[in-house]
């Protein structure tokens, strides 16, 4: 992510979430590693699932964080395209969505090359520090969305 990294509770207090929900009969959520294969080593986190802000049906939301030191390569492109092609072909998925920071111009760049198209700025409240932010919008709908193959 673009900030500090979170204390060791707040860390496993997150990864404690993630396990639960990957647990939750019917699945409602999928966490998975993104990993960098020629050094086997673990770079970062992608999830999706239903929507918290669109609650129709077929409506999923994704989310995902890089390692600092892996920015710039690739990689991030790459899981946001995997995950797009798993929602819409395993997931179902009609439209999925994603944000990111307005500060964080990579993330938004990631997201349009992937793909998706920008839909709305919103002001919201940061979860960690409670200050308030600006936020980018993406989507992309079933019809419109690229496949990993075809990049």
């Not at 900030?3 to 639960?20: C, D, K, N, R």
């Not at 964080?104 to 839909?119: C, H, I, Q, T, Y």
Request: proline letters at 2%; aromatic letters at 14%.
């Amino acid at each position: 992510m673009d900030f500090a990294p979170e204390s060791v509770e707040e860390s496993s207090t997150w990864l404690e979430g993630v396990i639960f929900h990957n647990r939750v009969q019917p699945r409602k959520a999928y966490n998975l590693a993104i990993v960098e294969l020629s050094e086997n080593r673990l770079i970062g986190w992608i999830g999706i699932g239903d929507s918290e802000r669109y609650l129709d049906e077929g409506e999923l939301g994704f989310g995902y964080m890089v390692n600092r030191r892996y920015w710039g390569k690739g990689y991030a492109t790459e899981a946001v395209l995997r995950i797009l092609d798993f929602g819409f072909a395993e997931l179902h998925g009609r439209r999925i969505s994603a944000w990111c920071f307005e500060e964080n111009r990579a993330s938004a760049r990631v997201l349009e090359k992937a793909g998706l198209r920008f839909e709305r700025r919103y002001f919201d409240s940061e979860l960690l520090s409670g200050r308030g932010t600006t936020c980018l919008e993406f989507s992309v709908s079933r019809d419109d969305a690229p496949r990993f193959s075809d990049t």
